[in-house]
């Protein structure tokens, strides 16, 4: 049973660097038929992809959305089955619920974690 | 980059209704769309892959259809745990745009 586990704090402030971890189970970073994902979802901007990692022809590679593409970092830390998110210079528009997920190759994310809510506010 | 606009935003309609939501890109994804059902509360759930492929365990009042640019996600008759906000998604290449999401309420 694939499981992600996401841990990180629930307050960021604003301009610092907002961080969460996912821990997998069931699976393996390094599977070549899965992405590991971030998403976020708020009120005000429904579901949004921010970026993945995933692991082809023996090497780790990253995909990132464009509204976060200078300020978002995911790496994968296969000695703990794990991978994070680091999103800098954060503002309150940067508050949401952040979930990391599995993404099957061409069918879609199946497994998600429970999900965790951030607020940027000092 | 590609765009997914979603239409209607929000709708309501009773019980036992035909309910279609449609999703169109902005330029041909082939069929590497999905489709997910978010609760509120809830983690979002998978209801379709590969534009018109029902996952495991969705009931058969989902269906699907569409490729290229167009895409349609019909619920054949509206049940009270249909009320949820519908996302489309795309990944064909990266990123993995969502769509913005219908609301789908009880009238």
């Known amino acids: 049973q694939i499981r992600l586990q996401q841990s990180g704090p629930g307050v960021v402030k604003p301009s610092q660097t907002l961080s969460l971890i996912c821990a997998v189970s069931g699976d393996t970073l390094s ?8 998403v976020r979802h708020s009120p005000s901007r ?36 794990q991978f994070s998110l680091h999103l800098n210079s954060v503002t309150p528009d940067d508050t949401a619920v952040y979930f990391c997920a599995r993404e099957r190759d061409w069918a879609g994310i199946a497994h998600w974690s429970q999900g965790a809510l951030v607020t940027v506010s000092s | 980059d590609i765009q997914m606009t979603q239409s209607p935003s929000s709708l309501s309609a009773s019980l036992g209704d035909r309910v279609t939501i449609t999703c169109r890109a902005s330029q041909g994804i082939g069929n590497r769309l999905s489709w997910y059902q978010h609760a509120p509360g809830r983690i979002p759930k998978l209801l379709v892959y590969e534009a018109s492929i029902l996952e495991s365990g969705v009931p058969s009042r989902f269906s699907a259809s569409g490729s290229g640019t167009d895409f349609t996600l019909t619920i054949s008759s509206l049940q009270p745990e249909d009320v949820a906000t519908y996302y489309c998604q795309k990944y064909n290449v990266d990123p993995l745009t969502f769509g913005g999401g219908t609301k789908v309420e009880i009238k």
């Open chain 1, 31 to 38: 599977n070549t038929s899965a992405t590991w994902n971030w």
């Open chain 1, 46 to 81: 429904g579901l949004e992809w921010l970026g993945r990692t995933l692991y082809r022809s023996h090497q780790w590679h990253t995909d990132y959305a464009l509204s976060v593409e200078s300020r978002i970092t995911v790496n994968p830390d296969t000695s703990k089955n």
